[in-house]
């Protein structure tokens, strides 16, 4: 009924194709080049992990992790009169550490057997994330420079906190049956692009979306399905943060999403 796992391991991130490839990538509101002389980080990975099996279909499990890596990569504003973007080996180290929570719970059990039932799951994590910055190595390996704003930075695209929670009812009945989940997701702030010249960091700004999914089998050969996507639809912010006021470069909206299927299976 419980595990204890340990696991060690050596990987490496990838520079992708966009982040290397020597041209002009243009968006809507800002400009990115490739580093062909970006490359690969190692990455030494530790994780230790409980799990208790209480029930049927029941879980708790509790996680500590844990990553060294050395030349992380990250997305800087190029010290030039353009404010280009680039991607860099921006140091020599940096680590994340953090812990992880998971629970799985049937709620409530509306007959004698499992075949109609109420559950909920959550999942939480918490990590922190630390790089040392280096403008030598970077005007050492490229061929542009950086002027951090400061010596150390927490890792771009990694947020600090992360839920993920759900109810979902079950049903089933003959041939017939019907899943309906709420899920709600949340992810705190998030580092865009580390801050030079004396600027602050560009930072996304937390926000968290809520969805809703229906499922139901009519017969053996027919699935009725329905969704609702991001119905809170809140404003996705893009903040540069500076000593007096952070001020609002991005602010936007993914729009709702409605969707219903029918599908037979032969």
């Given at each position: 009924?419980q595990?204890?796992?340990l696991?060690l391991?050596k990987?490496y991130?990838?520079?992708q194709?966009?982040e290397?490839a020597?041209?002009?990538?243009?968006?809507?509101?800002e400009t990115?080049?490739g580093?062909?002389?970006l490359?690969a980080s190692d990455d030494?990975?530790?994780?230790?992990?409980?799990e208790?099996f209480?029930?049927?279909?029941?879980?708790?499990s509790?996680?500590?992790f844990g990553k060294?890596i050395?030349?992380?990569?990250n997305?800087i504003?190029i010290?030039?009169?353009?404010n280009?973007?680039?991607?860099?080996?921006?140091?020599d180290?940096?680590?994340?550490?953090?812990?992880?929570l998971?629970?799985?719970?049937?709620l409530i059990?509306?007959?004698?057997?499992?075949?109609?039932?109420?559950?909920a799951?959550?999942?939480?994590?918490?990590?922190?994330?630390s790089?040392?910055?280096?403008?030598?190595?970077?005007?050492?390996e490229t061929?542009?420079s950086?002027?951090?704003?400061d010596?150390k930075?927490?890792f771009t695209g990694?947020?600090e906190?992360?839920?993920n929670?759900d109810?979902?009812y079950?049903?089933?009945?003959?041939e017939k049956?019907?899943?309906?989940?709420?899920?709600?997701?949340?992810?705190?702030?998030?580092?865009?692009s580390i801050g030079?010249?004396?600027k602050?960091?560009?930072v996304?700004?937390?926000f968290g979306s809520?969805?809703?999914?229906f499922?139901?089998?009519?017969?053996?050969n027919?699935?009725?399905?329905f969704?609702?996507?991001n119905i809170?639809n809140?404003?996705?912010?893009r903040?540069?943060?500076n000593?007096?006021?952070?001020?609002?470069?991005?602010s936007f909206?993914?729009?709702r999403?409605?969707s219903?299927?029918l599908?037979?299976n032969?």
């Amino acid at each position: 009924s419980q595990n204890l796992r340990l696991a060690l391991s050596k990987t490496y991130t990838l520079p992708q194709f966009k982040e290397r490839a020597p041209f002009i990538y243009e968006e809507v509101d800002e400009t990115e080049r490739g580093n062909p002389d970006l490359y690969a980080s190692d990455d030494y990975n530790f994780d230790l992990k409980w799990e208790f099996f209480f029930f049927f279909f029941e879980l708790l499990s509790a996680t500590v992790f844990g990553k060294y890596i050395e030349n992380p990569i990250n997305k800087i504003t190029i010290a030039s009169s353009s404010n280009d973007l680039s991607y860099v080996n921006s140091g020599d180290y940096g680590y994340a550490a953090g812990i992880e929570l998971e629970a799985r719970k049937n709620l409530i059990y509306f007959n004698d057997s499992d075949d109609n039932k109420l559950s909920a799951g959550l999942n939480l994590a918490y990590m922190k994330t630390s790089q040392e910055l280096n403008n030598e190595k970077i005007k050492r390996e490229t061929d542009f420079s950086a002027q951090f704003t400061d010596e150390k930075s927490s890792f771009t695209g990694a947020s600090e906190f992360l839920l993920n929670a759900d109810v979902t009812y079950f049903k089933k009945w003959n041939e017939k049956d019907i899943i309906a989940t709420i899920a709600y997701n949340y992810n705190s702030d998030k580092l865009y692009s580390i801050g030079t010249e004396q600027k602050g960091n560009l930072v996304d700004k937390g926000f968290g979306s809520l969805d809703f999914i229906f499922k139901t089998k009519l017969n053996k050969n027919f699935t009725l399905g329905f969704n609702a996507k991001n119905i809170l639809n809140p404003a996705i912010e893009r903040v540069q943060e500076n000593k007096e006021q952070d001020i609002l470069v991005r602010s936007f909206k993914l729009g709702r999403l409605f969707s219903a299927s029918l599908k037979y299976n032969f």
